[in-house]
C-alpha cells in the first residue's frame, strides 16, 4: 500500500492540467441517474480517492478505467454501500442519497458483478443467489435461475455446490445474481477476463439489450478494445483522482491507454521467435483419469514445447487447465515416466522438486495458497521455491541471508512495491505478487517454464512486465507455455497456440495462421481445417 | 414384565439420560461452529449452568426457576468469551480454553456450600395410561421435559439451517464471512447471536446433570462431557441428524461398559472406558476419506478473527 502511494505522490505534478481537462465534463443533461461529486476517501497514509466526480445517464453503458490502485474498486465500493466516502456526496435520480449499505445501494437498484468473487464455497448456486439477494432459496427462485441463465447464455445449474464450479462458472453466478435483481444500475467489474471470444460477445448482446430496456451499466475494465466496443462514456481515474472523461468512439486505444497509465505505454510489440529443433518439454499421450468428482479427466494430450518458443494454450475455465498445471508441474505424477519428457529425461514420475531440479519452473493460477502462502514473508515464499535452483542453504540449514538477497533480487528486478522483504505475501496487491511469483521463478533461470495465467487480475502496467519477461525468457532459449484465457494475451505473445476442451488437446497452430474467432471455435472443441494446421 | 425387559428398558433409560446433555451442549455447539465461531469453553458453560441451575432449584424450589439461571449462567460465560473473541479479536482457541478452566473454577467456589445437599429432580412425566404401557411406557412416557426437549432442539436447528434464510445466513458466515460483509450481512452480530446460543445450550446441558441425571452438585461433576460434545460436532461433520445418532452411540457406549461390568464381563474397565474414543477416532478417519462431505458441510472460516474494516 505505501510503495502504491508514494507513485501517486509523483502525479500529483499533473493536477493542474488533469483538473483544467476534468472541468470540461458537462454536467448539463438533465438529472443523471446516479451522480457522485467530490468523493474522497483516505486510507491511513494513502488517499485512495480525490474528489471524484463521476456521472452515469441511465441506459448508457459508462466505462470505469484505470489501472489497480488508480481507485477504481473503492470508489464502487462507495457507490455500493461498502465503503463510507470521507467527504462527498451521491445523487440518485437527482435526490440526494447516502448509502449505508450494499442493502440499501439494492433497494435503489444497484446491483454489482464483484472482481474477486463473493461467493460462499460450502453452498450451492441456488442458495449462493439467494443471499445475494436477501431472498428465501425457494423453487420459485430456481426457476427464475433457470429462466434468467438460459435467456442470457449462461448455463447454470442451481443445486451445483460452488466448490465444484470453474472460476467461468462462478462468475455466471454473479452475472445471474445481478440480472435477477432487475438493477437500474448493473456494475461489472472486469467482466470478459474468463470468457470465450464467442460468450464477450453474447454478454455483450446481452448488456446493450438492458442499456436499451433503459439499465445504465457500469463498465469497470482495463481490456481497451472492449471499452471502444461497448461503451458510450468513460470516466478515467488514475492515482485516486479523475483524470478525465472521454468518449471511447472518438479516442484510439493508444490515447486511451495513456490517459489510463499517465506516461506513455511500454505494452511489448508483438515479436515471433525462432525456435531451435530441440524439444525441452514433450507431453506424449499423457492422460489422467479424474481423481474428484468434478475434476476434468486429460485425454491423451500430445504437446511438445522447443527451446525458444513460447506456446499458449487457451480455453474457458474448467476445462483440464488446473489438472495439465498439476500434471506439468509434477503435483500429480503421470502413470508412466516417458509421458513426460524433459529435456531428453523420462521425468513423468518424477517428483515437482525433481523437476524443478532439472529445470522445469510452474507457476500455478492461484496466486494465493497456491503458488505463494499468504502468511509467509517474501523471503520465506522464495525460498519455498528458488532453493531447488539456487545456493539458499548453508551447511544444509536455511540462509536468511542467501534467500533475503534472493528475494530482493526479484523484487528489484520485476519493480515489486512492498514493504521489503519481510512482507507476508498476502499483504501485496494481486498484481505485484504477481510479478513476485512470476520472478520468483524467472530469477532461477528456468530451461522450461509452465505459467498459468500470468495476468490474471494484473493492471496494464504490470501485464507488459510480465509479458515482456516471457518474451525475454524465449529469446534467451528457454521453452515457455503459457495456460490462460485471456486471448488477447495469447495472441500476443504466443508463437503457436493450443486450445482446451474437456481434457483434451486441440491441434498447435501457428499463431499467425489462427484468427480469434477460429481459436474460439478451437475452445469449443471444434478443430481447424487442414488449411491452417501448422 | 419379565427380567429381560426390565433389563432392557433399564438399559435404554439410562443411555437416554446419558445422551441428552451431549445432546444439548453439542448441537449448540454445532450452531456456533456453523457460524465460524469455535468455542472450546463448552465444558466450562456446563459447569456454570450445571452449578447456578442447582443452587437457583434448591433456594426457591422451582425446577423451571433453576433451569433458567443454568442457562443464564451460560449465555453469560459466552458472552465473555465473545467479547473477548469476537469483539476484541482474542485467540479464539485460547480464550476457549480459558474459559474452561475458568468455569470449573468458578463453578467449584461457588458450590462450596451445595455439596451433599439432596435434591429430588426434575419432575418426569406423568401421562395416565400411556406411561402405564409395558416396556414402551417407561421408554417413551416417562421422562422430564428436558429429554423431550432435546429431540425438539435438534429437529429446530435442523429445520432452522437448512431451510431458513436466518439459518442459510449463519451457514454462509461460517464459510466466509469476508464474503458475507461484502453481502451486507452483519457477521459479528451473528456470531455473538451463535455463541450466545451455545452458551444456553450448554448450560441447559450442565443443568441436566445436576439436575435431572445426578441429581446433585459435585465438583467437576460433568468430567469430560463438554470435549466428547465438541468431537461429536466433527463425528456428525456439523449435521444435527448425524449428531443425535453420534450422542446416542456415545451415550451408549459409556453406558454399556458400566452395565458390563455390572453383568461381570472381565474386560478392564479402563479399556471400556476408552471404547467412546476409540469409536470416535474410527469415525474421524472414516469421515476424513469423503472429502466432498466435509468441504460442503465443515464452516470453512472456523476459528478465524473477522475484522469487517478490511
Known amino acids: ?390 545456493n539458499m542453504r548453508t551447511i544444509g540449514l536455511i540462509s536468511k541471508r542467501k534467500s533475503k538477497r534472493f528475494a530482493e533480487q526479484v523484487i528489484e528486478q520485476f519493480n515489486v512495491q512492498c514493504n521489503g522483504t519481510a512482507t507476508a505475501a498476502a499483504s501485496l496487491s494481486g498484481g505485484n505478487l504477481q510479478k513476485f511469483i512470476v520472478g520468483r521463478e524467472i530469477e532461477q533461470k528456468p530451461s522450461v517454464f509452465v505459467v498459468s495465467q500470468p495476468t490474471w487480475g494484473v493492471d496494464a502496467g504490470a501485464a507488459a512486465a510480465i509479458h515482456k519477461s516471457l518474451q525475454d525468457m524465449a529469446r534467451q532459449g528457454a521453452a515457455v507455455l503459457v495456460i490462460s484465457q485471456d486471448l ?31 481459436l474460439g471455435e478451437l475452445m469449443g472443441g471444434a478443430s481447424i481445417s487442414a488449411e491452417v494446421s501448422a | 414384565m419379565s427380567p429381560e425387559s426390565n433389563m432392557f428398558v433399564m438399559i435404554a433409560l439410562t443411555i437416554i439420560s446419558a445422551a441428552t446433555p451431549l445432546v444439548y451442549a453439542a448441537i449448540g455447539e454445532l450452531v456456533v461452529e456453523k457460524s465460524g465461531v469455535l468455542n472450546l469453553g463448552v465444558e466450562g458453560m456446563m459447569l456454570a449452568g450445571a452449578v447456578s441451575g442447582f443452587a437457583v432449584a434448591h433456594v426457591s424450589g422451582s425446577a423451571m426457576l433453576g433451569v433458567l439461571a443454568g442457562v443464564f449462567a451460560g449465555m453469560l460465560l459466552a458472552l465473555i468469551f465473545a467479547f473477548l473473541t469476537l469483539g476484541l479479536r482474542a485467540s479464539q482457541v485460547a480464550t476457549g480454553l480459558a474459559l474452561t478452566i475458568f468455569g470449573i473454577g468458578l463453578s467449584a467456589l461457588m458450590g462450596q456450600a451445595l455439596i451433599g445437599i439432596a435434591y429430588e429432580g426434575i419432575p418426569s412425566l406423568n401421562i395416565p395410561y400411556l406411561s402405564d404401557i409395558p416396556v414402551l411406557g417407561p421408554l417413551l412416557f416417562q421422562h422430564d421435559l428436558l429429554v423431550y426437549g432435546s429431540f425438539a432442539l435438534v429437529i429446530a436447528v435442523s429445520y432452522f439451517l437448512k431451510y431458513t434464510r436466518a439459518g442459510l445466513i449463519v451457514r454462509a458466515i461460517g464459510d466466509s464471512p469476508e464474503a458475507a460483509h461484502a453481502l451486507g450481512y452483519p457477521v459479528l452480530r451473528v456470531r455473538y447471536l451463535a455463541t450466545l446460543f451455545g452458551g444456553a445450550c450448554a448450560g441447559l446441558s450442565g443443568c441436566y446433570l445436576s439436575m435431572a441425571y445426578a441429581p446433585m452438585w459435585v465438583e467437576s461433576m460433568s468430567a469430560g462431557r463438554g470435549w466428547i460434545a465438541l468431537a461429536l460436532v466433527v463425528f456428525a461433520t456439523w449435521q444435527p441428524g448425524r449428531l443425535l445418532f453420534g450422542a446416542y452411540l456415545f451415550g451408549g457406549i459409556t453406558i454399556l461398559q458400566l452395565h458390563a461390568q455390572a453383568i461381570g464381563i472381565n474386560v478392564p474397565s479402563q479399556l471400556m472406558s476408552m471404547l467412546p474414543y476409540v469409536a470416535t477416532i474410527i469415525v474421524l478417519v472414516l469421515i476424513s476419506r469423503d472429502r466432498g462431505r466435509i468441504r460442503k458441510n465443515a464452516p470453512a472460516s472456523i476459528g478465524q478473527a473477522f475484522h469487517p474494516t478490511k
Not at chain 1, 508463437?495 to 474467432?517: F, K, N, P, Y
Open chain 1, 488 to 518: 488477447d494475451e495469447l495472441m500476443l505473445i504466443s508463437d503457436r497456440i493450443a486450445a482446451l476442451c474437456a481434457g483434451r488437446l486441440s491441434d498447435v497452430h501457428q499463431t499467425e495462421d489462427v484468427t480469434v474467432q477460429q
Open chain 1, 1 to 390: 500500500m505505501f510503495g502504491l502511494c508514494t507513485k501517486f505522490g509523483k502525479l500529483t505534478l499533473c493536477d493542474n492540467y488533469l483538473k483544467a481537462m476534468s472541468g470540461n465534463q458537462s454536467n448539463t443533461s438533465a438529472a443523471p441517474l446516479v451522480a457522485m461529486r467530490g468523493i474522497t476517501k483516505a486510507y491511513p497514509g494513502c488517499l485512495a480517492n480525490d474528489s471524484i466526480d463521476l456521472f452515469v445517464d441511465a441506459g448508457t453503458i459508462h466505462a470505469l478505467l484505470g489501472e489497480n490502485g488508480a481507485g477504481k474498486s473503492t470508489l464502487v465500493k462507495i457507490l455500493y454501500g461498502l465503503l463510507q466516502a470521507d467527504a462527498g456526496s451521491i445523487e440518485w435520480r437527482g435526490e440526494s442519497v447516502t448509502i449505508a449499505s450494499p442493502a440499501q445501494a439494492r433497494q435503489l437498484g444497484i446491483a454489482l458483478v464483484f472482481q474477486h468473487f463473493s461467493l460462499f464455497e460450502a453452498l450451492s448456486v441456488l442458495e449462493n443467489i439467494a443471499l445475494g439477494m436477501a431472498v428465501d432459496a425457494n423453487n420459485e427462485l430456481k426457476q427464475k435461475i433457470i429462466e434468467v441463465s438460459n435467456r442470457y447464455g449462461l448455463p447454470l445449474d442451481p443445486d451445483r455446490q460452488v466448490y465444484t464450479l470453474s472460476v467461468g462458472e462462478r462468475q455466471r453466478i454473479e452475472i445471474v445474481r445481478c440480472l435477477l435483481q432487475d438493477p437500474k444500475l448493473l456494475i461489472m467489474d472486469e467482466p470478459t477476463s474468463v470468457l470465450t471470444p464467442q460468450e464477450v460477445n453474447d454478454l455483450f448482446v446481452t448488456l446493450r439489450r438492458l442499456s436499451e430496456e433503459g439499465v445504465a451499466i457500469l463498465y469497470i475494465s482495463h481490456k481497451l478494445h472492449e471499452i471502444k466496443a461497448l461503451c458510450s462514456e468513460a470516466t478515467i481515474l488514475r492515482g485516486g483522482k479523475r483524470v478525465a472523461t472521454a468518449i471511447p468512439e472518438q479516442e484510439s486505444t493508444h490515447s486511451l491507454a495513456s490517459l489510463m497509465m499517465g506516461d506513455e505505454l511500454v505494452a511489448p510489440e508483438r515479436e515471433t521467435h525462432t525456435p531451435q529443433d530441440k524439444v525441452l518439454l514433450s507431453l506424449s499421450n499423457a492422460s489422467r483419469a479424474a481423481a474428484e468428482q468434478h475434476e476434468v479427466p486429460l485425454e491423451n494430450i500430445n504437446l511438445n514445447v522447443r527451446a525458444g518458443e513460447i506456446v499458449g494454450i487457451a480455453g474457458v475455465a474448467g476445462n483440464g487447465q488446473d489438472e495439465l498445471m498439476q500434471v506439468i508441474s509434477g503435483e500429480q505424477a503421470l502413470g508412466h515416466a516417458q509421458a513426460l519428457v524433459l529435456d531428453g529425461e523420462p521425468a513423468g514420475t518424477m517428483s515437482p522438486g525433481a523437476r524443478r531440479a532439472k529445470g522445469l519452473c510452474c507457476v500455478p493460477e492461484e496466486r494465493l495458497g497456491h503458488a505463494s502462502v499468504p502468511s509467509m514473508s517474501l523471503t520465506e515464499n522464495a525460498f519455498l521455491t528458488a532453493h531447488h535452483r539456487t
